[in-house]
């Protein structure tokens, strides 16, 4: 019943009815415990909280019937019941009668049914709002007072009976402690095991329970030979003294995780040990032994200061030192402390008020920026989307993350050629992947990426013009001098492996890591239209000594592997992978976030992009930068499916000339 576990209380009611069924005072059960034995009364007060108030009438009639209650303390509670039982019972006959004699509506009906039910089921906050509205409704005077009465009394004996059972509870457990304080340890147990069986998880009182065993079992006290002392006889005048530096007070407050205990312990024969409880439980070290302070000497043991920090739990915290003496019969003393730890000020309801002040500035500043934002948008014609160059701009490009993944996962084995159709966003890729090796952080491998455009690359500048690239890209890191760099002609093969070589070994004297240097090589369709013998030493590059150093990433639509006179210089010597259209996810991203806060889309005109674009990122680019110009031109916000359709005929015809 304490822990307001109604169904399961009813059967155990039952069960103890059907062995005994005669009430009675001072009854004894089973481990010499005497009870008030009033099975029916407590049965009433089951079915009342399980709103079977018929039940609940019938079970406190027979209780009195037995005629044992009217003697017991528990007959106040008892009548105060059945009043409240008998104004139930006027409620339901006023209902029924109000009902019979006025026209209430259809929803009024229903609100003093709900009404019922929330009574019935204890939900006092659901009453109280269904009573309001009731009485918001105008509904006859006589029947909102008698149901407001019934409401007050119904709450009037909940919280009786609550705080009556927190109070009980409380008293119980205060006394345990103060048993425990004064060495009365068999009265404490029994204390804490009441409190326990009541309810279980009340103030750590398991924890005190246990302690009070094992100190019992330390002391070699039997639970059944303890002689009872009053509480105000804490100490023999041979027992161990107290005085406290830190903290002073018994009760103490604080905001912080832990506190200093400190002050000393004297006694006239000297101080064996201290030792400390928190919460019911001896404080111990990391490997579970009780933490005992004791003196380094004789002479310290007189009068021995000490101190210990002890951590601290939300709420209230029960300390208790205890000084053990080195007398022929040990003596020991106990010293409780009670620490409330208060919440961090960060916590506290004025710091959630200075919060919601910060945040309603903010809010306030952001939607000022937000209004600002859009005002600039539309006069300097705001368009972030990019049609046609590459995105080199990392919040302007969306999703290939696994892809990305994909590729910098392979470098350390393999190069690669990346291909898909033309504006599928091969190059924009290479940018990015550009810039996630310069600031990857592999623990093994140390990147220098070198992007590289091959279209418009004449054959004879070839091998040039990738070392050029390279000696850029690498200047803030070494001194590289190009061989024959003014003569095209000249620079041949050997050239530019020998200049290979040099730029790997002066990057590599930078970092102990293994080096890669990663030619991010696009357009290499260009190689398509060169010679199978240029194609070939390109390839040799890659198989010389210091090719262990250096890896490609070819992206293009395709490239050749079939040639007339020799063999394929690029057979299975690519690890493939194909560079899909955007998912669904990745394209409403690219299509919605670059905009946020300034301009919005329907979801139809989502659907109509995704499905012209079919979520290739350059359509996408295309259709978004066309509808965002039509918008602005017409001062509007928001992106219809109309305006799709608008520029979608313009823009696919012009991709058809």
Not at 24 to 31: A, D, F, P, R, T
Not at 62 to 84: D, R
Not at 382 to 398: C, D, Q, T, W
Request: glycine fraction near 4%.
């Amino acid at each position: 019943m304490a822990a307001s576990a109604w169904k399961r209380a009813e059967s155990e009611l039952l069960k103890a009815l059907a062995k005994r069924s005669q009430s009675g005072l001072n009854v004894e059960e089973y481990g010499l415990k005497f009870v008030d034995y009033l099975p029916h009364y407590w049965l009433g007060v089951t079915y009342f909280n399980l709103g079977d108030f018929d039940k609940a009438a019938l079970r406190f009639e027979q209780e009195k019937i037995k005629g044992v209650i009217q003697k017991s303390s528990l007959f106040e509670n008892l009548q105060q019941y059945e009043q409240t039982l008998a104004r139930l019972q006027q409620l339901r006959q006023t209902g029924a009668s109000m009902k019979a004699q006025q026209e209430l509506s259809l929803q009024q009906r229903e609100q003093l049914q709900e009404f019922e039910r929330a009574l019935q089921r204890r939900d006092f906050a659901a009453a109280q709002t269904l009573l309001a509205t009731l009485e918001s409704a105008s509904i006859e005077p006589a029947l909102w007072t008698s149901l407001k009465t019934a409401f007050g009394q119904l709450l009037a004996v909940e919280t009786q009976r609550k705080t009556s059972s927190e109070t009980a509870l409380d008293e119980k457990f205060q006394n345990g402690l103060e048993q425990y304080v004064a060495g009365n340890y068999a009265a404490a147990l029994r204390a804490f095991a009441e409190v326990e069986a009541e309810r279980p998880a009340f103030r750590q009182v398991s924890n005190w329970r246990k302690q009070t065993e094992w100190v019992m079992a330390t002391l070699k006290i039997k639970p059944d030979t303890v002689a009872i002392t009053k509480v105000d006889t804490i100490r023999s005048t041979a027992a161990p003294l107290f005085a406290f530096t830190s903290p002073i007070a018994v009760r103490t407050e604080t905001r912080a995780d832990s506190i200093q205990i400190a002050g000393s312990a004297s006694d006239d024969h000297g101080i064996k040990a201290l030792r400390f409880t928190l919460n019911g439980l001896a404080y111990t070290d990391a490997s579970g032994a009780p933490i005992a302070l004791a003196p380094a000497n004789a002479s310290e043991a007189l009068n021995f200061s000490f101190q210990i920090m002890l951590p601290l739990r939300l709420g209230e915290n029960q300390i208790i030192v205890t000084a053990y003496d080195t007398d022929p019969e040990p003596h020991h003393s106990t010293f409780p402390k009670t620490v409330m730890r208060l919440r961090p000020w960060h916590q506290t309801p004025a710091f959630y008020l200075a919060a919601s002040v910060v945040l309603l500035l903010s809010v306030g500043s952001a939607l000022a920026n937000t209004l600002i934002k859009r005002r600039i948008a539309f006069v300097n014609r705001y368009n972030p989307y990019i049609a046609g160059a590459p995105v080199r701009n990392e919040k302007m490009f969306f999703g290939r993350e696994k892809l990305l993944e994909r590729v910098i996962n392979t470098l350390p084995n393999n190069s690669l050629m990346m291909h898909g159709p033309r504006r599928i966003g091969k190059t924009s890729l290479q940018h990015q992947l550009k810039k996630r090796l310069e600031s990857n952080e592999n623990p093994e491998y140390h990147y220098v990426p070198v992007f590289i455009d091959l279209q418009g690359v004449r054959e004879e500048r070839f091998f040039l013009s990738i070392m050029e690239d390279v000696a850029e890209a690498v200047a803030p890191h070494s001194a590289l001098k190009l061989r024959n760099a003014g003569r095209a002609t000249e620079y041949s093969v050997r050239e530019f492996s020998a200049d290979v070589k040099e730029a790997l070994t002066q990057l590599q004297a930078q970092t102990a890591k293994k080096l890669k240097l990663v030619l991010l090589l696009d357009e290499v369709d260009t190689l398509n239209s060169y010679s199978a013998r240029m194609n070939q030493q390109l390839r040799s590059i890659f198989m010389k000594s210091f090719a262990e150093n250096l890896v490609a990433v070819m992206s293009g639509s395709y490239i050749r592997k079939h040639w007339e006179s020799e063999g394929s210089p690029w057979y299975n010597f690519f690890e493939e992978i194909e560079v899909p259209p955007l998912e669904r996810a990745e394209a409403l991203a690219l299509i919605a976030e670059p905009v946020q806060g300034i301009f919005s889309y329907e979801k139809a005109a989502l659907e109509k992009i995704l499905t012209y674009s079919m979520c290739q990122p350059y359509r996408i680019q295309r259709l978004c930068v066309n509808v965002i110009n039509r918008i602005i031109a017409m001062k509007r916000r928001r992106v219809t499916a109309e305006d799709v359709e608008a520029v979608r005929a313009e823009i696919f015809e012009q991709e058809t000339r």
